[in-house]
């Protein structure tokens, strides 16, 4: 009857003909064979957690997406990074307050007390994208699979990462960033992942680019590094499944250090295992479900329950420890539990809390206090000796606590329409500042009416003002603009003042009035005897705000002839320059 | 025997062909097809494609019989551009039904359209609807602005006042500008230019506001093209005079329209307060930017005890203008 061909008609069972290539596409609705209903092999709970996987990670990108001028509709931006309760809990560490909406961190917390950590593989978008990365190019054999997930000592290394990071927060460095999955993949999308997409892809369809509407892409300082960053870390999951999530996340060590609290749990039933550990093919965070479940690790996927073909594995509401009721001798073979026969070789259900011995916590905790002093007398980041370069954006606060509060996310640079804002290198503010924003006024300059990276800011390392308190106007018509810096002429550079050639950008593009630059006007003859009129700039340093646009525009581009740097800061007392200059409020 | 008789044959023609194949990538003559030879280093050279506008620009007809200069003054917008390009023969004169038009305004600056360093919104609006009204069937508004473009748009007003009059906003992104040539042009005989908004255009129109300028002491109608340039601007202040000159040879619009609602009388061209700003509650429209741009200099920004700057002349020497206004004919109307 069959007909050889890809596409061929058969006659069914039912005596109607098919074409085969159809026949795969037939819904068979008979129950299967424990009885539960046909949509049970669909609608399962895994694929509720795809979808809800799906959603989040669709969220995260459409808020990145949203951050920005031309999409501005209340959109709360910074939701991820607001309900990371790692961000609310090292910030008040770091500042013994909970700013604006860090609050929403109890979004992520109550969930983790009731259901264990939950947010790794049901929310995070970083999580995501590794699980999703990992099934992608997996090329592993179930065999395989099973020997890849089982527990592994190094898994302890995210706590000891945790343990250093909130110490230092304590002492007043926070550090979390540079690990935490939300900050690491904002600052991502924003350095590396968005623009790259901005000139590939939204070249065809440019309605569809993060940043719309610029003159030329976005760069960004060391952005390769940020990239690479990415790729290796992605990459990791070909090696060790969910390295990054299982080996490195402080999020997750807070969530897993949290998850000993949770109601509920997955169980395994003794009585129905096998130890088989077929439990171990897709479990995500190594939780060893196959024995004695670490709670602290166990993501709660349920990709377990779904692969046990025993029905030995639950999800329970407080399931209690079933080793003291166990009677008889597991070796023997003897042994049973409520009366039925224990078939399992494994006795433990539950590990409760993290695997790591208390000498490693001390010892994590003593790396930590040493840490903050290694960092804060660097001279990048100290009062005494700070980098010409580290201008921050207004509405910052004075450095030392601009370190307790920057989690380098990097959503102020994500949304800064100029691009003036830069993720800093190890040159501007050392490894305790790397990626905390600053000011590059050879990319961009700082738009005057704009205070959008005060807007975004979850932690108020950039306060959010508004637009009268930037500018100095109304009630704060006495204190004065908020300065960044000052600007400088370098007259050796300078076409008016060094090569007999007429100029002044700067004074045309300077935007406060009246105007921070000046010109000294003066009718030379040129070394041709061509008589030129000169207009020579200088600046009114009470005046000037350091906004940068005169660097930006200085047609010595290179090297600008007029450049700012953060002396004169209003943000501090420290960075004062003229005795009558506007001093902190 | 003869398994092997094939492999060997097979795997011959392979290292063969791929022989023959880079050997002639690389050795044919540099006119073969697929050849990449390049003996001189000629061929690897960046093309110089460039474009050219068309021959008298945008301008329409001239006539002897209409006024030079159409001056409106009074309140409502859509009346003051109706009165001053009346005047000068009305929009019939210059818009065709099925035209495609671009205006370009001054959307230089990211400030609030009271601050007078922008185009008037209203007054744009106003000039969209009647050149809709004329039958246009595309109505364009483009401009690259010296601070963000979305900013700039979004700050001064302008691009909601042009979407909600019905035109389509052009913001610069990097594949829009392409090398302009312009013949005759002392600094900008090949210059980047705003290309996008300009594909398909038959009439192009400017409105700019009337500024104070640090550097060339007055930024108005011929000052405002440009925005329509692209590449290192910041070294155009090095002969500003001579520039305006060459825009003014660049672009022949078919008529411009001098917003002198708000004047920015001083701190220009960036300005930034409501103290550098008086209202004039004048529109100026005519074919001649160089001649409206005087009337502003004398009438609006009132300087008239002053000489014009120095690009006036530059420009009036090409043929491109009359500066003297004076000596042609103005018609004046007061509206609502």
Redesign the interface.
């Known amino acids: 009857m069959t007909t050889p061909g890809p596409i061929a008609a058969e006659r069914g069972k039912d005596g109607r003909l098919h074409l085969r290539v159809l026949s795969g596409l037939t819904p068979d609705l008979k129950p299967n064979k424990d009885g539960s209903p046909w949509y049970a092999r669909t609608f399962r709970i895994t694929s509720i957690r795809i979808a809800t996987q799906a959603f989040f990670f669709a969220l995260f990108v459409f808020l990145l997406w949203v951050t920005w001028l031309s999409r501005l509709g209340g959109y709360p931006a910074s939701l991820f990074l607001e309900m990371d309760p790692l961000v609310g809990f090292a910030t008040a560490l770091s500042t013994h307050t909970v700013y604006r909406w860090l609050w929403r961190g109890m979004f992520i917390l109550i969930p983790t007390l009731l259901l264990g950590r939950v947010f790794c593989n049901w929310v995070c978008p970083y999580g995501t994208l590794h699980q999703f990365i990992g099934w992608v190019f997996n090329i592993r054999s179930n065999k395989n699979l099973i020997d890849k997930n089982r527990y592994k000592p190094l898994f302890q290394l995210k706590y000891v990462i945790l343990t250093i990071m909130l110490v230092m927060a304590f002492f007043g460095s926070l550090q979390i960033g540079l690990l935490d999955p939300i900050c690491l993949l904002v600052r991502t999308f924003t350095v590396a992942v968005a623009p790259a997409f901005d000139i590939s892809l939204a070249q065809t369809f440019p309605s569809l680019a993060f940043k719309p509407g610029l003159q030329e892409p976005r760069i960004f300082a060391e952005a390769w590094f940020v990239g690479a960053l990415i790729i290796g870390l992605v990459g990791a999951n070909l090696v060790i499944p969910r390295f990054f999530c299982r080996v490195l996340c402080p999020l997750g060590a807070f969530l897993g250090w949290f998850s000993r609290f949770a109601l509920f749990r997955i169980d395994r039933d003794v009585t129905k295992c096998t130890d088989c550990d077929l439990c171990l093919k897709g479990c995500e965070g190594a939780a060893d479900p196959q024995a004695a479940l670490r709670k602290s690790e166990c993501f709660v996927c349920f990709n377990c329950i779904d692969d046990c073909p025993e029905g030995a594995l639950s999800f329970k509401l407080t399931p209690a420890p079933i080793k003291d009721r166990i009677v008889g001798s597991i070796k023997a073979g003897t042994a049973t539990l409520f009366g039925q026969k224990v078939i399992s070789k494994l006795h433990d259900t539950e590990i409760r809390s993290p695997d790591l011995p208390r000498r490693r916590w001390l010892f994590s905790a003593i790396a930590g206090v040493l840490a903050f002093p290694f960092l804060r007398l660097s001279r990048a980041v100290n009062k005494r000796g700070f980098n010409e370069k580290a201008i921050r954006p207004p509405g910052s606060v004075a450095e030392a606590e601009f370190l307790e509060r920057c989690i380098k996310c990097d959503q102020c640079v994500n949304v800064c329409p100029t691009n003036v804002l830069q993720p800093a290198t190890l040159a501007e503010s050392g490894l305790e500042g790397l990626w905390t924003p600053v000011m590059d006024f050879s990319v961009g300059f700082c738009q005057l009416n704009c205070t959008l990276c005060s807007e975004v800011c979850p932690t108020g390392a950039i306060q959010k003002i508004s637009l009268a308190e930037k500018l100095g106007l109304e009630k704060f018509k006495e204190r004065g603009p908020i300065r960044v810096g000052t600007a400088f002429f370098d007259q050796g550079r300078c076409l008016p003042w060094a090569m007999q050639t007429p100029c002044v950008v700067c004074e045309e593009v300077c935007p406060v009035t009246p105007k921070a630059i000046g010109t000294y006007d003066e009718t030379i003859t040129r070394w041709d005897g061509v008589q030129v009129t000169l207009n020579k700039p200088y600046m009114r340093p009470e005046l000037c705000i350091g906004c940068g646009i005169c660097e930006r525009e200085c047609p010595v581009v290179d090297s600008a002839a007029v450049y700012v740097t953060a002396i004169g800061e209003t943000r501090s007392d420290d960075r004062t320059l003229l005795l009558k200059g506007p001093k902190r409020a | 025997m003869n398994d092997d008789r094939r492999r060997f044959l097979k795997q011959a023609g392979l290292a063969a062909g791929v022989a023959v194949g880079a050997g002639w990538a690389s050795l044919a003559p540099s006119n073969w097809p697929l050849s990449l030879r390049d003996p001189d280093g000629e061929r690897g050279k960046p093309g110089r494609r460039s474009l050219v506008l068309p021959k008298n620009g945008y301008a329409v007809e001239a006539s002897s019989l209409l006024p030079h200069l159409g001056v409106s003054r009074g309140v409502d917008v859509d009346l003051l551009v109706k009165a001053a390009v009346g005047a000068i023969g009305g929009i019939g004169r210059f818009v065709q039904p099925r035209d495609v038009v671009l205006i370009k305004p001054n959307v230089a600056?990211?400030?609030?359209a009271a601050l007078g360093a922008t185009t008037n919104p209203d007054v744009l609006a106003a000039l969209i609807r009647l050149v809709r009204s004329a039958g246009a069937s595309e109505v364009r508004v483009a401009d690259?602005p010296?601070?963000?473009?979305?900013?700039c748009?979004?700050?001064s007003g302008i691009r909601t006042a042009a979407i909600e009059a019905g035109a389509r906003v052009f913001?610069?992104?990097?594949?829009d500008f392409s090398v302009l040539e312009t013949p005759g042009a002392t600094h900008i005989a090949r210059w980047p230019f705003f290309w996008r908004p300009f594909v398909g255009v038959t009439k192009v129109i400017g409105v700019a506001p009337v500024k104070d300028?640090?550097?060339c002491r007055a930024s108005m109608t011929t000052k405002n093209w440009y925005g329509l340039l692209?590449g290192?601007r910041?070294?155009f202040?090095?002969?500003?005079h001579g520039i305006i000159a060459d825009l003014a040879l660049m672009l022949r619009p078919t008529f411009v329209v001098l917003d002198g609602t708000r004047v920015l009388f001083r701190?220009g061209?960036?300005?930034?307060?409501l103290a550098?700003v008086k209202l004039g509650g004048t529109l100026v429209a005519s074919t001649d930017s160089l001649a409206a741009d005087a009337y502003g200099w004398s009438e609006l920004l009132e300087r008239r005890d002053e000489a014009l700057p120095a690009y006036f002349a530059k420009s009036a020497e090409r043929g491109l203008g009359i500066t003297d206004w004076k000596t042609l004919r103005v018609k004046e109307e007061q509206v609502a």
């Open positions: 600056f990211e400030r609030a690259n010296i601070e963000s473009p979305e900013s748009f979004a700050r913001t610069p992104h990097p594949s300028h640090n550097l692209g290192r910041n070294q202040h090095q002969d500003i701190s061209p960036t300005g930034g307060s550098d």
